[in-house]
């Protein structure tokens, strides 16, 4: 499945302050994650549970990306949390109920160390930047994969394709390679955790920079 970015935004002096133009209904909030990304141009990572058989409430308008995401978890459960990290701003996704998500197996847990979403996201987007075919900004892909007791990335499969299969190859044997600084917490060891990338027209989502991959 490939997407089209569709976003239009309001280009500002301060990031946070960028509007986007938002139309998604209310649906599985796993799908309208995935479409929060695709408008915001945002990388989304969240434990892939921690979604499963929620319904997101329906955003429509011209809003920032916090309060958008804010405006679709409504109901849902979950909460944002904003977090400071390589990349910028992580939003980070976490049940309202963190005692009651510990108990049903770990899904709050992913982010009970206050550091280690922003780690995880930018030693992923570090990994993608430094490979010509995998360094994001031009392609939409949805990736599930885990993390061992060492915090080595395993198990990446695609559930959506970025269009390109040799480009898919490369998303695989590079998120397969990655190894995270320090261990992760030990609820999430195995666990599957899901990542958004998306096409980046519009220049808002995290850049590579002048880093230069190797093809």
Not at 79 to 105: C, H, N, Y
Request: positive net charge.
């Amino acid at each position: 499945m490939q997407t089209t970015h569709s976003s239009r935004a309001s280009q500002g002096p301060d990031a946070a302050a960028t509007l986007f133009d938002f139309d998604i209904p209310a649906q599985p909030l796993i799908a309208a994650l995935n479409r929060y990304a695709e408008i915001s141009g945002q990388p989304a990572l969240f434990p892939s549970d921690i979604a499963a058989a929620r319904t997101s409430t329906a955003v429509r308008g011209r809003l920032s990306a916090q309060a958008a995401l804010q405006l679709l978890l409504q109901d849902t459960g979950l909460r944002v949390d904003k977090r400071s990290s390589e990349l910028g701003q992580t939003f980070v996704l976490k049940e309202i109920d963190e005692a009651a998500g510990t108990r049903r197996g770990g899904r709050a847990e992913l982010f009970s160390d206050e550091g280690y979403p922003g780690l995880l996201q930018s030693r992923v987007w570090q990994a993608l930047c430094a490979n010509a075919q995998t360094r994001p900004g031009a392609y939409s892909s949805l990736l599930r994969f885990h993390l061992d007791a060492n915090g080595r990335v395993g198990g990446a499969h695609l559930i959506g394709t970025s269009g390109d299969a040799r480009r898919d190859a490369a998303l695989l044997r590079t998120l397969d390679g990655i190894r995270i600084d320090r261990p992760p917490p030990p609820a999430i060891v195995r666990q599957p955790l899901t990542l958004t990338i998306q096409r980046d027209d519009a220049g808002t989502a995290p850049q590579c920079g002048a880093a230069r991959g190797s093809g």
